[in-house]
Each structure stands twice: as structure tokens, then as C-alpha cells.
């Protein structure tokens, strides 16, 4: 079993770090949500081309999530990704968490959004957490939507999250 490094200061600033892009991420997309992109599902054929209009039709006419069930949506995940961090020991080598959408969210994502009361996730999307005992193997990178390419998100106190 890996050993669980001491929570340093520093650490727990990098980790509490990881688990604020994270959330930050996801707020800002409910926020924005009910684009046709966030309904790609990669069927090209004139019936998955239907289902992603379909759906970027309902979003728009859903009402986008209230700030307050956001910002509840938000605190929640950032607890739940540090009481994750905090409680499972850190390997040696990179392991991600993976926070995910298929065509609602799924695993923890989607036990804080109900929780929270929180709609409108784009589909096909995944978000790695990525987090080691060599902080330069501390990161998170998300793939928003199908096919689209991975982005890695800037470092903590390195530009904005979006």
C-alpha cells in the first residue's frame, strides 16, 4: 500500500487547489449551459444531428440553474474531491480521479448535482484529477464534449480556469 505523504502546508494549498479548478470547472459550465456543443454526442448520422439539436433546444428553454444551488453545487464538490484526497493514500505514480458525463453526470458528480438540485451537464465530457506525491504529477485535465481534445488547466495561481 502506498505510503500517505505528510499534509504539508504546501500540499494541502495543492490539493485544495486541484479540488478548486475542479469545481470552479463545472460551475462555470452549468453556468453556460444549453450550447449545441454541449450536446455533441459524436453520432454524425441525421439522427444523432437530431438528438443534439433536440436537446441543445430543451436546455435553452430549461432555466439555467439559480446562483445559489451553483455556488452549493460548487462547495460540495470541493469537499467531497478533498475529503477524497485527504482519506485516500497518494501513490508513487499519477492517479486520476475521474469526474464524468456520458448524457448526465455520473459516480460522484452525479450524487453532488442532485444533491445540489443542479442541471444541464454537457454530455461526453471527462475531467481527470490528477494527483501524486511529486506535485509536478498534480494536475487536471479535461476533455469537454466528444471527440474534443484534452486541455490541461492552468496551475493553480497560473491564469483562470476556463
Known amino acids: 500500500m502506498p505510503d500517505t505523504p ?3 502546508p504546501e500540499r494541502q494549498a495543492l490539493l485544495r487547489g486541484l479540488a478548486s479548478q475542479a469545481a ?11 450550447y449545441l456543443s454541449d450536446f455533441d454526442n459524436g453520432d454524425t448520422s441525421q439522427a444523432g444531428e437530431m438528438a443534439q439539436l433536440m436537446a441543445s433546444m430543451a436546455a435553452l428553454r430549461t432555466p439555467r440553474p439559480e446562483p445559489h444551488r451553483l455556488a452549493h453545487f460548487e462547495q460540495l464538490l470541493l469537499g467531497q474531491l478533498l475529503t477524497r ?3 485516500e493514500p497518494v501513490p508513487a505514480k499519477p492517479c486520476s480521479l ?3 458525463v456520458d448524457y448526465g453526470p455520473e459516480g460522484l458528480l452525479g450524487e453532488v448535482a442532485q444533491e445540489a438540485g443542479v442541471t444541464g451537464f454537457p454530455w461526453k465530457t471527462t475531467m481527470w484529477i490528477c494527483w501524486a506525491t511529486d506535485p509536478a504529477d498534480c494536475y487536471v485535465d479535461v476533455r469537454a464534449g466528444y471527440g474534443r481534445p484534452t486541455q490541461r ?3 493553480v495561481g497560473q ?4
Open 98 to 100: 475521474v469526474l464524468s
Open 24 to 34: 470552479a470547472w463545472w460551475r462555470q459550465r452549468l453556468e453556460g449551459h444549453g
Open 159 to 162: 491564469g483562470t480556469t476556463s
Open 153 to 155: 488547466l492552468p496551475a
Open 85 to 87: 484526497f485527504w482519506r
Open 6 to 8: 505528510q499534509i504539508t
